[in-house]
């Protein structure tokens, strides 16, 4: 008789660990879908302020939109006066006897801040252009800063100036003749716009100048 009751109590005993392993497991398991339900929330989430960032984005882009159909609509196209024209350009170069050695300029890197860039194309006058040679320099300039350094391209200086995007002293150019080995000056001076361009290979701008 105390056999059979030994018995009755040990499957009792089994009985009660096989369902606390039973409940432990459950456990378990409800722990690995509550993680799984907060990373979902939290991925969400993020994908919520991602498209409320790319709809803020938007309406800054309408925003623009609308003032450029505004300005377009008033007669306004938004294109920046060429100094070119606004500017008398009609002097004469005056010698001054100077003369300057090879200036060896050289250009800051395209890198960091300098990221943005606008296209300037020269074409000398007719009294340098007749002493002009495949040596002779053209640079753009920010104050002392060297922005840009080319030769001549079949009579032409096609000038790409990088910048900064908050650029507020304008740029100047210098030429350098390899011949005479004089210094010359663009009369002209032009903010840094990025993008912008003055003169094209067919229809560059003149490079009407002093002597230095």
């Keep these: 008789m105390k056999n ?12 009660g660990s096989f369902q606390s392993c039973k409940d432990d497991d459950e456990i378990e398991s409800l722990e690995e879908q509550l993680k799984a339900k907060n990373v979902l929330i939290r ?6 302020n991602s498209l409320n ?6 309406e800054e882009t309408n925003k623009k939109l609308d003032e450029l159909i505004k300005k377009l609509q008033d007669g306004d196209s938004g294109e920046s006066e060429d100094p070119w024209e606004s500017q008398d350009t009609t002097s004469v ?41 495949s040596d002779d320099l ?34 100047t150019f210098r030429y350098w003749n390899a011949a005479d080995h004089c210094l010359y000056e663009s009369l002209v001076s032009v903010p840094f716009s990025s993008d912008q361009i003055f003169g094209v ?6 490079f009407v100048c002093k002597q230095l």
């Design 43 to 48: 991925q969400l989430e993020e994908e919520k």
């Design 138 to 171: 053209m640079a753009a300039f920010v104050g002392s800063e060297c922005r840009c350094v080319k030769k001549a391209i079949d009579g032409k200086f096609l000038l790409t100036v990088i910048g900064t995007g908050a650029e507020t002293t304008n740029v």
């Design 93 to 133: 170069i005056v010698p001054t006897g100077n003369t300057y050695e090879n200036p060896g300029w050289k250009s800051v890197a395209i890198s960091g801040d300098y990221a943005y860039t606008m296209t300037v194309v020269f074409e000398l006058p007719a009294e340098l252009k007749s002493k002009a040679s």
């Design 201 to 206: 290979v067919d229809s560059p701008k003149k």
């Design 4 to 15: 059979w009751f030994y018995i009755a109590l040990s499957i009792s005993l089994l009985s």
């Design 53 to 58: 960032d790319t709809n803020k984005q938007l």
